[in-house]
């Protein structure tokens, strides 16, 4: 049984074999491919593992021909041969030596082979027992000073300052978010935004970088210092940089810029890698030279001379980041598709995609109340009324209640007909009431509500609900909740067996993936598409965390297939509708416009569709 390899997995043995190549003295070009693609997959927001069960590894920015057929067979066979030779002869201790603050691969395999540190467990720890003993200093090359820098670099390690897992963008936004709110209550700052993974919106996010703008950098950085939550000052660096770590271990940087240059340092720390490398190609084909200070002009005197043998010239200065993006010919490229996947050729030419905003979204079609429906899934726990009053803060014209279907193994049909009939009753008098008492308040619409379910498609594609029982819904979403290990073509029947009642209109969260827990099931998406094309189906975009499905890889696609996605929150309390931003995060990375998404409609127009 082939074993399931996460991106950090994957993204940790590309690095092993990038030492080893080092180590081993290979051409840095082979060196920098394998650090290229080890960040690229550390930073992808889909599975690697579902991309190759797409053959679509070769979307993966910086994941080249060779390392996407490593990749394949370690997919295949759960190892790679030509891994193994690279790494052969060299002791597994190193591996976990290099990850010591101030110890590369190269010194890691000296520590490994001169101390006879060979295996990769508890390697550090016995590294620790030899220094503390004075035998580091005693090798060719060391001494006191460097053995000292060691134990302290261990010290680091052992406290977790030097890597930490990768945070749910969710958990990684709301942390940014309070110390952003925390820096702005500063005078001197003029703006602050996040940078790297997060500005992103990657599904998930390693450390939190925050950029700021401000004419006063030590003022701002001496109050980011008295941050309440800060747990331990790692660095306080030049004038220009913090770093921290907060009292729940999550390391966060600070960078400050002078207002006159913070366009051009807030572009380069967003990233991505590989954007900012094709970035920078494309402008020394103009003649010019890209860092975080700004854009210089190259003044070449003979043109056959190479761009790293240029003189530069006067460095031009940004703001922000629409200029900086014009002064090279380009259209603002959003942050979101930042990721070396064709937007700088599109930006050229003028033919970027205007991204969905949250402002566009005018409703949210999966919603789950506390109405007791006896369901086979989790319950809802905020009342009708809550949701509605929620739905009028946000400005919506339309929700849409699918509370999981009765549980089939605890009612017999006739009682799911009458859990589902009082449901109805329930609704219809919900709705009069309310509808009068907006009507007495004269002062706006009131939200249509409609009454839907959310329903399991069992492995053989049936439905959970009996067919009497879809006259008192307005319409359903279809979802697979269990039996995940079916083969890609059964699993596919399934879906479209399950879509293909007249009321169900939405796939829910359609791979069923959960991020950092469990892989997506298998599909045919080419079927899956066009099924939804000919039957005026729709996808959604599951803004739930740990889901954030469908994937921005798969959003992309649809789009380009004309498929209509639809994004809802999956609440199944109140305060979860505002989770609403990050499945319109997800869309934006797959590059879907308003008109992709059906809950940008307008009311009238979500009908027609929803009831076609």
């Not at 599109?346 to 789950?368: C, F, Q, R, W, Y």
């Not at 029982?469 to 596919?492: C, G």
């Amino acid at each position: 049984m082939n074993k399931y390899f996460t991106n950090q997995e994957i993204a940790e043995l590309l690095r092993r074999v990038e030492s080893a190549y080092e180590v081993k003295g290979e051409n840095r070009f082979k060196i920098r491919a394998y650090d290229t693609a080890a960040a690229s997959v550390e930073h992808s927001t889909s599975e690697l593992k579902d991309l190759w069960d797409e053959g679509k590894l070769d979307q993966v920015p910086g994941v080249g021909k060779s390392i996407a057929q490593h990749l394949d067979e370690l997919f295949r066979t759960n190892k790679v041969k030509h891994f193994e030779k690279v790494m052969q002869g060299l002791p597994p201790a190193m591996f976990a030596l290099e990850k010591i603050p101030g110890v590369g691969p190269k010194r890691a395999l000296v520590l490994a082979k001169e101390l006879k540190i060979t295996e990769e467990k508890e390697a550090v720890e016995k590294l620790k027992e030899k220094a503390l003993a004075g035998e580091v200093k005693k090798l060719e090359g060391f001494g006191e000073k460097l053995e000292q820098d060691l134990l302290r670099g261990i010290d680091s390690y052992e406290k977790g300052e030097v890597e930490t897992k990768r945070m749910p963008l969710y958990f990684a936004n709301e942390l940014a978010e309070e110390l952003i709110n925390y820096l702005k209550k500063n005078p001197e700052v003029v703006e602050a935004y996040p940078l790297g993974s997060l500005r992103r919106k990657l599904a998930t996010v390693g450390d939190i970088d925050i950029a700021v703008s401000t004419n006063k950098p030590e003022e701002v950085l001496n109050y980011f210092f008295k941050y309440p939550k800060i747990q331990k000052v790692l660095d306080r660096g030049e004038k220009d940089l913090g770093r921290v770590t907060l009292q729940n271990g999550q390391q966060v940087d600070i960078r400050t810029s002078l207002p006159e240059s913070f366009g051009a340092m807030l572009q380069h720390f967003t990233g991505s890698k590989q954007h900012n490398i094709a970035l920078r190609e494309f402008a020394l084909s103009k003649g010019k030279s890209l860092s975080e200070y700004g854009i210089k002009k190259l003044k070449t005197v003979d043109n056959r001379q190479k761009p790293e043998s240029r003189t530069q010239i006067t460095e031009q200065k940004f703001k922000n980041e629409i200029d900086f993006y014009q002064a090279l010919g380009l259209d603002y490229i959003p942050p979101e598709i930042r990721e070396d996947t064709g937007e700088i050729e599109a930006s050229l030419k003028h033919n970027l995609p205007n991204l969905v905003e949250l402002k566009d979204i005018k409703g949210d079609l999966h919603l789950h109340s506390d109405f007791p429906i006896e369901p086979s899934h989790d319950e809802g726990v905020s009342s009708l009324k809550a949701m509605v009053e929620m739905g009028e803060r946000l400005n919506y014209q339309y929700l849409g209640f699918t509370e999981h279907n009765p549980s089939t193994s605890k009612h017999k049909e006739d009682k799911v007909i009458n859990l589902l009939k009082r449901k109805k009753d329930y609704f219809d008098k919900f709705i009069y009431s309310y509808e009068n008492a907006v009507k007495e308040r004269r002062n706006k619409l009131p939200i249509k509500i409609f009454n839907g379910l959310e329903i399991d498609i069992k492995p053989s594609g049936e439905l959970s609900i009996p067919d009497k029982a879809f006259e008192f819904l307005d319409y359903a979403i279809a979802s697979v909740h269990s039996s995940f290990d079916l083969n890609k073509e059964k699993m596919t029947q399934r879906v479209i067996r399950g879509l293909s009642h007249p009321k169900v209109k939405i796939l829910g969260h359609p791979t069923g993936r959960k991020i950092n827990e469990r892989e997506g099931y298998e599909l045919d998406w080419e079927k899956i598409f066009d099924f939804c094309l000919r039957n005026n189906k729709f996808l959604e975009i599951s803004a739930w965390p740990n889901r954030l499905d469908l994937p921005d890889f798969l959003v992309r696609e649809a789009v380009t297939n004309g498929v209509k996605l639809v994004i809802n929150s999956d609440s199944h309390a109140v305060d979860q509708m505002d989770l609403m931003k990050y499945g319109v995060a997800v869309a934006k990375r797959g590059w879907a416009e308003k008109k992709d998404i059906l809950n940008t409609c307008s009311l009238d127009e979500v009908e027609r569709l929803l009831f076609f």
